[in-house]
C-alpha cells in the first residue's frame, strides 16, 4: 500500500506532497495541489464503506413553466446546486455528507445561453459553495465533460458521486 501511495505520489509531482504530507495508514488522502478546488487523487483505505450514489438531475423549480425550456430548471449554477443538494440529502439519509465524496463525475449540457458550450463557470460557481470551503475543505476526484442531452429537455448537469464512510 505504502509503494502505492509513493509511485502515485511521484507521478503527481511535488504538488502532491504539499496536499498529501503525513497521514495515518486508516486515512482518507486527498492528493492535489492546494489551491485546486479538486483533487488530483484520493486513496481510500480498507475498512471504509462506500457510498454509491447514480447519476442525480436537478429538480424542476417550475412546474408551471413550459415544458423542455431551461426555465423547467434554471441554468447551469441554479441546476448545478439543486443536484448537490439532492445529492447532500441521499447521502444524509445514509449517515454520511457532501465531506465524505470521494469521486464525482459531471455530466454537462451545452447552454443554448453560451451558444451551446457547456458552462463550466457556472457549474463551478455552484460547485465551490459546497466543496473546498472553510468550512467543508474535503475535496474530490472529478471529472466534468460535456454530452448531447440528458433525460429531459432543459436539463444541463447531472452528477454522480462515491462517498466514503469509516465505519463506527
Given at each position: 500500500m505504502r509503494r502505492t501511495i509513493?509511485?502515485?505520489m511521484l507521478a503527481l509531482g511535488p504538488a502532491a506532497v504539499l496536499v498529501a504530507g503525513?497521514?495515518?495508514?486508516?486515512?482518507?488522502?486527498?492528493?492535489?495541489?492546494p489551491a485546486?478546488?479538486?483533487?488530483?487523487?484520493?486513496?481510500?483505505?480498507?475498512?471504509?464503506?462506500m457510498i454509491y450514489v447514480s447519476g442525480i438531475t436537478p429538480p424542476v423549480l417550475n412546474p408551471d413553466a413550459p415544458a423542455g425550456t431551461p426555465r423547467?430548471?434554471?441554468?447551469?449554477?441554479?441546476?448545478?446546486?439543486?443536484?448537490?443538494?439532492?445529492?447532500?440529502?441521499?447521502?444524509?439519509?445514509?449517515?454520511?455528507?457532501?465531506?465524505?465524496v470521494v469521486m464525482m463525475r459531471v455530466l454537462l449540457v451545452g447552454d443554448?445561453?453560451?451558444?451551446?458550450?457547456?458552462?463550466?463557470?457556472?457549474?463551478?460557481e455552484?460547485?465551490?459553495?459546497?466543496f473546498a470551503t472553510e468550512a467543508q475543505p474535503n475535496k474530490p476526484a472529478r471529472i466534468t465533460s460535456?454530452?448531447?442531452?440528458?433525460?429531459?429537455?432543459?436539463?444541463?448537469?447531472?452528477i454522480e458521486v462515491q462517498?466514503?464512510?469509516?465505519p463506527d
Open positions: 509513493r509511485a502515485l503525513p497521514a495515518a495508514a486508516d486515512e482518507i488522502q486527498r492528493i492535489g495541489a485546486s478546488p479538486i483533487a488530483s487523487a484520493v486513496i481510500v483505505p480498507a475498512g471504509y464503506d423547467d430548471f434554471g441554468d447551469t449554477k441554479t441546476q448545478t446546486i439543486g443536484v448537490i443538494e439532492r445529492i447532500k440529502g441521499i447521502l444524509e439519509a445514509q449517515g454520511a455528507s457532501l465531506a465524505d443554448p445561453a453560451k451558444g451551446g458550450q457547456m458552462d463550466f463557470a457556472g457549474m463551478m455552484g460547485y465551490r459553495q459546497y460535456q454530452v448531447a442531452g440528458l433525460v429531459a429537455p432543459g436539463m444541463m448537469v447531472e462517498a466514503a464512510v469509516k
